[in-house]
């Protein structure tokens, strides 16, 4: 029957936290619903490749809010933390927090699951609210953000068939030591709809559209208030990436279509700590940041994306910001809108800009073929000092890579 765990306190269904044990068996809840939870853990810490949990809803009557230990990763989502196995035909729709304080490990937040390693999550949906507080702060540290699964590590971790119908709020601040190359070249703050970070597959999932959602308001001396379903307002962040459906692919992302507003706001003062507060941002659609060799295919975005900030580096793309890899048969449609603008804080806007109707900077190993922009482009108040450089194009914003106008 159904579940109501009101004034119960628990721990965890299985709580080995070194994952030196695992559940192995079956867990089938039978079509039924977990309410009144109020929890600081996952349902299961780790669960074996033996494992399925399926047939199971927890509802909005539940709520978690994860805390970082002083030893160990945070691998954090309301059923699993550290995923090996099946999850079937499950449904969460409790809000879930991070709380605050100065962390210095890796943090892996899903709605649903935390880490996805040789284990698969298919016909699941998450339809509560993430929230990460603004004073959750992380030094040099990869922190992962999925509607779905904060991180999927392995080649063969999947999420198939699963859909996105809440809402992501990252207030979280990102800090480096310094600007060397590592910090550069790899985005760490990653937010997806489904997955902050794809190594493995992502096949036919969908994110929806929350109104009003997220709202973020401005202020340079009148209120500018803007609204989205997949949000990020930092005022410091070195380097990220957020898109509708992952923030970063390793892997594949075939299939999937966005239909959230993805709202990125960046608000620090410009001085000479700029490039610390924020230097590369990646927004897209469908992928913000696509590595080399990896695969976008078969995708919609269908949501606005609205971009306010003053990073020194900007990338926007209606299907990927940065792509290194492979796109094809993607198609960013007439609903979206691509916007982007200043913060409002100050009277700069970002300094380089790379914006394109389905790539903002397609890279020379990059493969395209057969896509489509139908969206319109809006840019306003970017930098315009010496020195700088801006690419806005109807389909790609700067292409170094061969392209065959037939396709």
Partial sequence: KDLDLKNFEYSVIWPDASYKKEFKGTFDGDGHTISGLAATTPLFKATSSSSTIQHLTIDDRCSYTFTHSSVA????????GYLRGALQDVTVEANISLAGGDISKVTALGGIAGRVVVGKLESCCYSGNIVVPDDFTVAAQKTYIGGL??????????????????????????TVPSEDNDYKNNPHLLIGGIVGLNTGT?????????????????????DHPYSGTIVTHSTIAYHYAIAGIAGRNDGT????TNNAVVLNIFSAE???????NGRYLEVGGIVGYNSSDKTISGCTNNGGIITRANPKMQ???????????TVSSCENSSTATIGMGTSHITPYGARM???????????????????????????SRVESTGGVTHRIGGVIGQNDAAI???D
């Fill in 149 to 174: 699964v904060g991180d999927i590590t392995n080649a063969d971790g999947l999420i198939k068939d699963s859909d996105f119908m809440g809402t992501i709020d990252n207030q979280g601040q990102l």
């Fill in 404 to 406: 065959d106008g037939t």
């Fill in 73 to 80: 990763e945070l691998d954090a989502g309301a059923v699993v």
């Fill in 353 to 379: 800009t790379y914006v394109g109707g389905v790539i903002g900077h397609n890279r020379s190993s990059a493969s395209v073929s057969n896509i489509q922009n139908n969206a319109t482009i809006t840019v």
């Fill in 270 to 276: 410009r001085g000479t700590s700029g490039n610390m």
């Fill in 202 to 222: 992502v096949d036919g999932c969908t994110t929806y559209n929350q109104n009003p959602g997220i709202t973020v308001i401005l202020n340079d001396g009148s």
């Fill in 253 to 256: 992302v075939t299939d999937c």
């Fill in 315 to 325: 990338y926007v793309g209606g299907i990927v910001a940065w792509n290194d890899g």
